[in-house]
């Protein structure tokens, strides 16, 4: 079974700077993805960002970037040029890639409260 | 956009009632999931389905079960509603291994 660890319950940073949020992950399987959930407390999931585990190349969106560590098993997510906005939960999760015709559901970390301030 | 319906976003029942969940997607999407959320322990699955008629137990089934009767609808159903239940349930759906796209949440309140 796979699970997912986010050590850090709560994080705080100040506006316009820089955070990283942590996650580990444990799993036998070679292929897989990763992604960072983020729920602010209108309470509605939304993708952050994703990594597909074959890919070396860390994944970007914007102002997000993750550093993905396949060998350490690690997934942190950096926000930069950090906003009021990003104000939220955020979620670390895994998903299996087996191709084994079922659905792939997501495993999720316990998640991080980040709190930007002025 | 995929939009994911869930039919009400706060529930109040009594201890023993049947409730019903109500999740409806409108991308055709094969796959559906229900998650339970409680603070400190993240989202945990309660049941998944991949395709109509058919179900897969997730990690915490215990006191639920689902309904697929229509691929764009997928229902969870505390048979009998207990406190321990209260919680924010949160209806998602995708397609194979594409991110899963959420619903808002029911937050139920059982007394």
Same mark, same amino acid.
């Given at each position: 079974a796979q699970t997912v660890t986010q050590s850090q319950p709560e994080m705080s940073v100040q506006e316009a700077e820089t955070v990283t949020l942590s996650c580990t992950y444990d799993t036998s399987e070679n292929n897989y993805y990763l992604f960072w959930y983020k729920q602010p407390p209108s309470r509605q999931m939304i993708l952050v960002i994703r990594q597909e585990a074959y890919k070396q190349q860390n994944a970007t969106e914007n102002r997000f970037s993750v550093n993905f560590q396949k060998a350490a098993k690690s *997934?942190?997510?950096?926000?930069?040029?950090?906003?009021?906005?990003?104000? #939220? +939960?955020? *979620?670390? #999760? *895994? +998903?299996?890639a087996s191709n084994t015709g079922t659905a792939s559901k997501l495993t999720f970390g316990t998640g991080t409260r980040l709190q930007v301030t002025l | 956009? /995929? =939009?994911v319906t869930q039919s009400s976003r706060y529930l109040? =029942?009594?201890?023993? $009632? =049947?409730?019903?969940? $109500?999740? /409806?997607?409108? &991308?055709?999407? $094969?796959? &559906?999931f229900w998650y339970r959320q409680d603070p400190g322990l993240g989202l945990r699955l309660i049941y998944f389905s991949y395709d109509v008629k058919m179900k897969e137990k997730g990690d915490i089934p215990e006191g639920y079960s689902v309904s697929r009767e229509k691929k764009e609808r997928f229902s969870l159903i505390l048979e009998s509603a207990s406190t321990n239940q209260t919680s924010m349930y949160?209806?998602?759906?995708?397609?194979?291994?594409?991110?899963?796209?959420?619903?808002?949440?029911?937050?139920?309140? /059982?007394?």
């Open positions: *997934f942190s997510l950096k926000i930069s040029d950090s906003q009021l906005g990003d104000t #939220a +939960m955020y *979620f670390c #999760a *895994f +998903m299996g | 956009d /995929v =939009k109040v =029942k009594r201890t023993g $009632e =049947k409730v019903f969940l $109500e999740c /409806v997607q409108d &991308m055709d999407h $094969e796959n &559906m949160l209806c998602a759906s995708t397609y194979r291994f594409s991110p899963l796209h959420f619903g808002n949440g029911t937050r139920l309140t /059982v007394t």
